[in-house]
């Protein structure tokens, strides 16, 4: 039987953190998702949606999006995209509540920028029910992973370990898993 949402009481006050690009998206290596022709929507990603939607009400997604800020993209081109990913999600029985975004450069003291909290602090204060600790934050860099440790949500990390990033994903990870589908079914 597949699971189904109404088939569980799901915690209204936790929620799913993801991040986008690797963890619901194929990661387009050395580039950024511009356009909905070049977003594709990673296997183990929707074959995870079923559990996604049974164990948790609330779906976020938090995504450092620096091409806007390198001129790459437009904040239109990533908000188009990401009206796309909400719909095509809601047609296959999955709510996003919200993508929150930041558009600027890494090392440029950004608040919002992972691993800073401030999206996750903007997700609290548009949802005052959520609890952080009682969430998850899914995502495949060491930043995601930092980014949840430090707002005190169990971390899933499903990217692959480098010897750069081998000592942050250690340290911050909860769960080192090889796809989200991995993590989910058994979670």
């Not at 998850?136 to 992973?145: E, I, K, L, T």
């Amino acid at each position: 039987m597949q699971p189904n949402s109404r088939d569980v009481n799901k915690d209204t006050n936790r929620a799913l953190f993801l991040d986008r690009d690797g963890v619901i998206n194929v990661q387009l290596v050395g580039d950024y998702v511009k356009c909905i022709e070049e977003f594709t929507f990673r296997e183990d990603f929707l074959k995870s949606i079923p559990f996604i939607a049974q164990k948790f009400q609330h779906i976020i997604v938090v995504t450092n999006q620096q091409g806007i800020a390198k001129g790459i993209c437009t904040q239109e081109n990533v908000d188009f995209v990401h009206e796309y990913l909400c719909k095509t999600l809601d047609d296959k029985g999955l709510h996003i509540d919200k993508v929150y975004v930041c558009p600027h450069l890494a090392g440029g003291g950004c608040h919002c920028r992972k691993p800073e909290t401030g999206m996750a602090l903007q997700a609290q204060h548009d949802f005052p029910f959520l609890d952080l600790r009682a969430s998850v934050m899914v995502g495949d860099s060491a930043s995601d992973m930092v980014f949840g440790r430090r707002c005190g949500m169990e971390t899933v990390f499903i990217g692959k370990i480098t010897p750069e990033n081998e000592q942050e994903v250690q340290k911050n990870s909860d769960h080192i898993v090889s796809s989200l589908y991995d993590y989910i079914k058994n979670c």
